[in-house]
């Protein structure tokens, strides 16, 4: 598949983003010059207000393609217009009513460790249908041996959100669900790509509720502010963007950018998750737009990108009943809900109750610090 999103960009590309026809599949293929970097905001008379930003190529294509799926009927359910309320509270939690993704989704993979091999025997990306491909993502000017040159969009046939998308590496490769700098730099070009503040784009971890060992990024549009994409951060290694997010329920470790030097900064990254994973401890990340760390409070804008990265209690074999699991979303503020009971009677403090049950000892999260900051300075 990946063969055939390169012989695409063979011919000679036109100026800004082009989607063109492949063999197998069609290509979305730019440059850092089809980044979005000016006027991406949320807007409106309250804080979290809509966005009434006008989408991107990147947004058009990903979002026409995403409602041709739907309309063939290639997803486990119709998600609809979900039900979705702030609970009350400094958090400002976004509760969302979602009892089909809890009830039909395919059961997930047993894990017993954030090494786990790839086995060939469970469900994986290979088996996907070739119409739930929606394109592959490439740079135009690959820089030279760089791996992978593309990766596949593909929908998420149990959507959390509207344009719940997957991005994968070439499939056929068998790579376990452990992160790579090569395709988290396609997700963090992918939040740069969408005109939409509320754009994201995350990673599960196994041990962190990943329901599918074969690597792959979540992202989706959630028409909402959260928290963190404000929060305050207190600076931790400031000449390698690295800070502390404090003053949400969930603190984690955060990295700025204004999209410079995304392939360096996507390295950075996971030289620290690489130590996570040989330490066996399980993590989520979400990269979202977000405000400079030390910006102006209350603004609307979002100038640059904030990467999350929340080393956590691993959750292996049965999982606990709650009315929500906590992995990328909810521990960045979107909480999809399971049961119409519980998306009634959720409150801020049940929920941080919840999330703090995952999060790692304080003792252990500070000594955890001083590692990777450490790790960074070398």
Known sequence: MAAAAQAALHPPLQDGPCLQAGSCTEVFAYTIEDFVQHGV?????SPRGQSSNSPSPFDRILQQGWKDRQEQGLFRYHLGDLQTRILPG???FVAQLNIRRGS???PPQEIQSVQQRFDRQQFNFTQIRPAEILF??????PAPGSHPASVLVVINVSPLEFGHVLLLPEPALCLPQVLTPEVLHFGLDAVLLSAHPGFRIGFNSLG???SVNHLHLHGFYLNWELLVESAPCKPLLPEASLYLLQGVPAPGFMFYSEGQQLEELAHKICRLTSYLVQEEIAHNLFATRGAAPEGPVGSGARPGLRVILWPRRPCF?????SAF????CELAGHLPVKTAQDFKGLTETAAIRIIEKHLLPEPQFTQLQCELVA???E
């Open 90 to 92: 400094k958090a400002g």
């Open 375 to 377: 790790l960074l300075k």
């Open 325 to 328: 699991n906590v992995a990328l």
């Open 208 to 210: 962190a509720f990943a």
């Open 41 to 45: 905001e949320w807007k409106g008379s």
């Open 104 to 106: 039909d989704r395919r």
């Open 317 to 321: 074999g049965a999982k606990e009943q």
């Open 136 to 141: 592959a993502l490439a740079r135009c000017c």
